[in-house]
């Protein structure tokens, strides 16, 4: 697919590019022109990095029956790893197909995983057993948000009987305590608590996101997995919502809650420059395999990873102008006949050798995820390499990287 797709919309996006391309790493995020859309400038994000995470997963690893082929099973995920902390952001990224929502439903337990650990407060949830991890769900500890918020809302149910519905289902507080709680969360996503007698056809589609999120924080959960939540909305609602879930996270449910109860998310986007104006780290996803793992300012700015810098460089609201092109990244058509397509390539290459220019003999093998600094991890075997190889010539990319290779063999 053309990479530039990857880019919901991004004429109208919340917010401009990631950091400067002066490099205020992190502090200029969210700014905008608008101040009816802004995302505070420089406030404070999320946790720091020795807060323990409240969802830690390691490993994850999915695979579905696959349709056709020799293989009787698609792995879609692969020793997927990530953490998000209380009141932090997580963002979400890589092309289609390449396994975002497949994670989120594994992660909230809507997809069966063959392996790994998804440890929720101290509780691996993949090991509950059936009726436990039901109990789990319940317990509301970790809550989703639609893309489509028509399809987290009953259109037959009135929008307060929709909300109230998770309080309901686990038998929470009376009658009287679950309309407060509705209330309460109408009022938190900024609706009038007058829209709770309304069914969702007859509110607008910026009034059902929110209502959909009232629907998601009324039992007050430790996580919030939101796919693609604004990519069905017009600019300015697409902005209230972004500045909404940014508010949420920052703010503890209750008056007594503590720093540690704050809300966590991950965010999937399409849309790059939504997610630089409001999340902490970002996941890059390709092929089902984490490549890159890292504060996203940073990780915007100056990417690891050459699949990461070719999504960023594709991106024209957020990429750099001094940084590569997309030509420098793509590997030429003429030079994909020098090495083995994917076909040709070992069972174990490196999920992105058939399109990286860089790709040598070492990447044959799947690098593993590891720190290049601390808390920042990316899977490349060049990674502190390959921009050295960068040239206008992407043919001599790779030759560099080689010649590079050898002498440290030698
Ligand atoms: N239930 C399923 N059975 C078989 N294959 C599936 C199933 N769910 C997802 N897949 C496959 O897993 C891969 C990843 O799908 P997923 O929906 O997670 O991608 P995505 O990154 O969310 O893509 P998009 O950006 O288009 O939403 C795709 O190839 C998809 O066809
Ligand atoms: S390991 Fe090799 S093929 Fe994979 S991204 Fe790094 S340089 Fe490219
Ligand atoms: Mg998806």
């Known amino acids: 697919m053309n990479l530039a797709d990857l880019e919901a919309r991004p004429a109208d996006s919340a917010v401009p590019p990631a950091t400067p391309a002066t490099g205020d ?15 505070e400038p420089g406030a404070a994000r999320g946790p720091a990095s020795d807060t323990e995470p409240l969802l830690s997963v390691r490993g994850l690893t999915v695979s579905f029956r ?20 209380p009141g932090e952001i997580v963002g979400v990224i890589g092309e289609t197909g390449s396994g975002k929502t497949t994670l989120a439903r594994a992660i909230v337990g809507l997809a069966p995983s063959d392996a790994g650990v998804i440890d929720v407060d101290g509780t691996d949830i993949r090991r509950l057993r059936r009726r436990a991890r039901r109990g789990f769900r319940r317990g509301g500890a970790i809550r989703f948000v639609f893309q489509d918020p028509l399809r987290a809302l009953d259109p037959d149910l009135t929008v307060g009987r929709s909300v109230a519905e998770g309080l309901t289902v686990a038998g929470r507080g009376t009658r009287d305590e679950q309309q407060a709680a509705v209330a309460d969360a109408l009022h938190r996503v900024g ?18 996101q ?24 017009d600019g300015s609602n697409r902005n209230l919502i972004l500045r909404l879930l940014d508010t949420l996270r920052r703010t503890p ?6 720093e540690r109860d704050r809300l966590g998310m991950i965010i999937i986007s399409h849309d790059l420059s939504s997610l630089a104006g409001i999340a902490d780290r970002v996941v890059v996803l390709y092929r089902g395999r984490v490549v890159e793992d890292g504060p996203i300012a940073e990780v ?47 069972a174990d290459a490196c999920v992105f ?14 690098p593993a995820l590891e720190p290049a600094v601390p808390g920042w991890t990316v899977a490349c075997h060049h990674e502190p390499t390959w921009r050295s190889a960068l040239s206008t010539n992407p043919a001599e990319a790779a030759a560099t990287l080689t010649e590079g290779v050898n002498n440290d063999a030698r």
């Open 25 to 39: 790493r992190g502090r200029g995020r969210g700014r905008t022109d608008d101040p009816a859309v802004a995302v």
């Open 66 to 85: 696959a349709r056709s082929g020799p293989s009787r099973r698609t792995t879609v995920l692969r020793d997927v790893s990530l953490d998000v902390r």
């Open 191 to 208: 609706l009038d608590p007058a829209v709770a007698d309304r069914l969702p056809g007859a509110i607008s589609g910026g009034q059902r």
């Open 210 to 233: 929110r209502a959909s999120i009232a629907r998601a924080i009324v039992d007050n959960p430790r996580l919030l997995i939101c796919d693609e939540p604004v990519s069905a909305l």
């Open 253 to 258: 449910a209750g008056a007594d809650s503590a």
């Open 300 to 346: 915007f700015s100056r990417p690891r990873h050459p699949y990461t810098a070719l999504l960023i460089a594709s991106a024209p609201s957020i990429r750099d102008e001094h940084g590569p092109s997309p030509a420098q990244l793509r590997r030429p058509a003429d030079q994909l006949a020098d090495r083995p397509g994917e076909r040709g390539r070992p």
């Open 353 to 366: 050798a058939h399109r990286c220019p860089f790709a040598t003999e070492a990447c044959d093998h799947t």
